[in-house]
C-alpha cells in the first residue's frame, strides 16, 4: 500500500490558497486534487516528472473536471508544479520511492541467485 506525506500545514498554505482563488474553489478542494494528484502519481510518475502526459489526463487524475489547461497553469502559477514536475516531490513520497526500489533490487537479487 502506497502512501505520502501531508503536512498539517497544507490545508492552508498560501500556494493551497493560491490555487484556489486562481481555479475559484474552496480550498479544502484545492488539496484535495492535489492529493488525489499526488496518489496517481506515485504509480504513473514516481520520478515527479509529467512531460508527455496530456494535460487532459492530470486533470482527470486529480479528478478535476474544468478546463484541464486552467488546473495545470493554476498548478505552475502556485509554484506547486515545477516546470512539468511536481514541486518538491521527494518530500512527499521520497520514502516511499526509496522503499520501492530496493525492494525491486532484493527481488532482482533473489531471481538472480535462484537462476544462477
Do not use: C, Y
Not at 5 to 34: C, F, N, S, Y
Not at 44 to 61: E, F, K, Q, V, Y
Not at 82 to 94: E, K, L, T
Amino acid at each position: 500500500m502506497a502512501w505520502i506525506k501531508a503536512q498539517q500545514a497544507l490545508r492552508d498554505h498560501r500556494k493551497i490558497l493560491a490555487v484556489a482563488g486562481k481555479l475559484e474553489i474552496e480550498p479544502a478542494h484545492a488539496v484535495g486534487l492535489l492529493i488525489l494528484l499526488w496518489l496517481w502519481a506515485v504509480d504513473n510518475a514516481p520520478n515527479s516528472d509529467l512531460t508527455g502526459i496530456p494535460p487532459r489526463s492530470i486533470a482527470r487524475a486529480a479528478q478535476w473536471d474544468g478546463n484541464p489547461d486552467d488546473f495545470l497553469k493554476a498548478l505552475q502559477a502556485a509554484q506547486l508544479l515545477d516546470g512539468s514536475a511536481i514541486h518538491d516531490w521527494d518530500d512527499h513520497v521520497g520514502t516511499l520511492i526509496e522503499k520501492r526500489e530496493a525492494d525491486a533490487e532484493r527481488k532482482r537479487k533473489e531471481r538472480e541467485n535462484k537462476q544462477g
